[in-house]
């Protein structure tokens, strides 16, 4: 029980570094895209206030996406293999993700025509998180299987010799 709590903390720090990093990476394009088009830069403090949004959003998004998409692959596929569990993460982690953008895009009263667009953008940027972290619990789960044994088996021998 504490083995699987770490994994997801884990795999939740790694998603969340992901997010924001997408986030910093997101504010070096849209001013690359300023700097192109001779637009305004937006001020000194865009870039750490979208990275701050990225933040945030990301911590939202790890109990409310993340979590339950890869918890749910985990349990579905289980030990069959750590490309079918991330593949079911990923499918639940968009289905999650278009269902959150069109559902925030109606409450917000976003114009019909840029629903299919915000639910496309919102489903991109979940892609990469949501690999991640369900690499990071598949490869902490491996490494917890395989240490015990190991290591066990060595104390065991070492306190038998002992006596």
Do not use: K, Q
């Not at 206030?49 to 945030?56: D, N, Q, S």
């Not at 293999?81 to 990923?90: E, H, I, K, M, N």
């Not at 489903?123 to 598949?138: G, I, K, M, S």
Request: hydrophobic fraction near 65%; proline fraction near 4%; aromatic fraction near 6%.
């Amino acid at each position: 029980m504490v083995a699987a709590v770490v994994r997801h903390l884990a795999g939740m720090a790694a998603a969340w570094l992901v997010f924001v990093a997408e986030g910093v990476v997101g504010y070096f394009g849209l001013l690359a895209y300023a700097l192109a088009t001779g637009s305004e830069l937006g001020g000194p403090l865009a870039g750490p206030m979208l990275t701050l949004a990225a933040a945030v959003l990301g911590m939202v998004l790890l109990p409310l996406l993340f979590l339950p998409a890869v918890v749910v692959a985990d349990a579905v596929c289980g030990r069959r293999g750590t490309g079918r569990v991330v593949a079911l993460s990923v499918t639940v982690a968009v289905a999650l993700a278009v269902v959150y953008a069109v559902t925030g895009a109606i409450a917000t009263e976003v114009s019909a025509g840029y629903v299919p667009l915000v639910a496309a953008i919102a489903a991109l940027l979940v892609l990469a998180p949501v690999v991640l972290y369900a690499l990071t619990v598949c490869g902490l789960g491996w490494v917890a299987r395989r240490v015990p044994r190991r290591w066990g088996g060595t104390a065991v021998a070492l306190s038998a010799e002992a006596n």
